[in-house]
């Protein structure tokens, strides 16, 4: 039983919990206060009507001590006895004005010959009802009781009760129909926030640019329901921008994988057209033989180099406990230089102008990767630009950190292309020849090369110059 009233309070809704947990209390509240009140006007009438009757007892005490008994009553329904006491004996004077059964007055009175002072005691007399009896000492030997009914008190108290039954089921009923409909509207906004959630659950999350449309609005609720408000509403723009970037991150691995299929394909359809041409070629001269074998050593080198790029990409991307570096102790511009050598060599129609500095950073670095960003840094610059622009690379050195800085005069990067010249596959000229604009990847790899030993890599210069700045840390993470 108490385990089915436990789940059938819990299956209520937290605002009927709420408005009944209020009225609980304001009953528990009502009870002690009306049992407090109550108590302490009964004892409040009744010690004015113990005073009442001690004043009265002086004036008996006195026509006692005169007639040996009380020959006037004071009041309509009172009752008063002189008693001869001794020892345990209490002995009725008459005539006396008292009711039909006496014991109670007899035994106050004999217990008076066991007591120092006055007593106080509350009786039921039979066919009267509830009495107060007082017993005092009129005389060594003489005691006087005295009875006043309780009735006018117990009229009293039932009034008492009956007009705090009425006054406080009122309050609780008040309290109960405005509390509920003030809690009601205190928790609107809760309701609201769990329409949205159900809302949310029912929006498609699987699409590609799947995004939460539902905010929970509104000012009403207090100081709390408004931080949830806020926290729901945040949680709900981290949840819009996770989609977000799992959107972008899966459009840009489609293309991913688009441009490398595409990539690839090429020079496995060159591969495929020359094999078929040296089959038919093979009973021909040797000098055609040996071009078709050139072109197919080309297109495979080619793809082993694309190869290559992925599988490094996706290394760096796979962020490994070992990452693919091997890390010494370099003199950056050594490096640098070593670079401008091989650039001189492979295009010497170029300009290239270096500049290292009076001090030569040593940096804990994977020289064999640093190098290949600045080759790429200096191959793009040589493939995107005309012939006969000169191209520099600087130096420098600060507190922390070095930078290389690799810049040309040529046309620049167009302003639509500057946020996505790092992605992979992505080519500023779009009809540019695969064979002299290369694959895409140089710029993406040597991005994530630079990322992998903690530095950065930026696309800066105005229009009519390109340059790229590289920036690494002196000291490696920990």
């Not at 050139?294 to 082993?304: F, P, S």
């Not at 290949?372 to 690379?393: E, M």
Request: glycine share 8%; proline share 5%.
């Amino acid at each position: 039983m108490i385990r089915r009233l436990w789940r059938a309070w819990r299956g209520l809704r937290l605002g009927t919990r709420l408005t009944l947990g209020l009225g609980v209390l304001s009953l528990a509240v009502f009870a002690v206060v009306g049992t407090a009140l109550t108590t302490y006007m009964r004892e409040y009438l009744q010690a004015r009507l113990v005073d009442q009757m001690r004043l009265v007892q002086v004036v008996q005490s006195e026509d006692a001590a005169t007639h040996g008994t009380v020959e006037r009553q004071p009041y309509y329904g009172w009752y008063t006895a002189v008693y001869d006491v001794s020892g345990d004996f209490a002995d009725l004077r008459r005539p006396a004005d008292v009711p039909a059964d006496s014991r109670a007055l007899t035994d106050l009175a004999q217990a008076m010959t066991r007591s120092d002072g006055d007593l106080t005691r509350t009786v039921r007399i039979d066919g009267h009802g509830p009495y107060l009896l007082r017993a005092c000492e009129v005389e060594p030997g003489v005691v006087l009781v005295s009875a006043a009914p309780l009735g006018d008190v117990e009229n009293t108290m039932d009034r008492l009760i009956a007009v705090q039954v009425v006054a406080f089921g009122l309050a609780l009923l008040a309290l109960v129909v405005c509390g509920r409909r003030m809690l009601r509207r205190g928790l609107r906004p809760l309701s609201e926030m769990a329409r949205t959630a159900h809302g949310i659950s029912s929006h498609d999350l699987t699409e590609s640019a799947a995004q939460l449309p539902l905010r929970a609005d509104g000012r009403a609720g207090g100081r709390e329901v408004e931080e949830l408000r806020t926290a729901f509403n945040a949680m709900l723009e981290h949840i819009d921008d996770s989609l977000a970037v799992r959107a972008e991150a899966e459009r840009r691995l489609r293309r991913f994988v688009a441009d490398a299929s595409h990539e690839l394909r090429t020079p496995l359809m060159s591969v495929r057209g020359y094999a078929d041409l040296f089959q038919y070629a093979a009973a021909n001269e040797p000098g055609e033989r040996e071009r078709h074998l050139a072109r197919l050593r080309a297109e495979a080198a080619r793809m082993g180099v694309l190869l290559d790029d992925l599988l490094l990409l996706a290394q760096l991307d796979a962020a490994e406990v070992e990452a693919p570096l091997r890390r010494e102790d370099t003199d950056l511009a050594e490096l640098v230089r070593q670079a401008a050598d091989a650039f001189r060599a492979s295009h010497p129609g170029r300009s290239l102008t270096v500049r290292t500095g009076p001090e030569a950073p040593r940096l804990p670095l994977d020289p064999q990767r640093i190098r290949q960003v600045l080759d790429n840094l200096l191959t793009n610059a040589a493939v995107h630009t005309p012939p006969g622009t000169s191209v520099s690379v600087a130096v420098t050195a600060g507190a922390d950190t070095a930078e290389v800085r690799v810049a040309d005069t040529g046309p620049g990067v167009p302003a639509a292309d500057r946020d996505r010249i790092f992605d992979r596959f992505y080519r500023v000229d779009k009809a540019r020849s695969r064979d002299r604009g290369g694959s895409g990847l140089g710029l993406a790899v040597a991005r994530s090369l630079v990322e992998a030993h903690g530095g950065t890599v930026t696309l800066g210069g105005a229009p009519g110059a390109t340059v790229f700045t590289v920036t690494l840390p002196l000291r490696a993470a920990r």
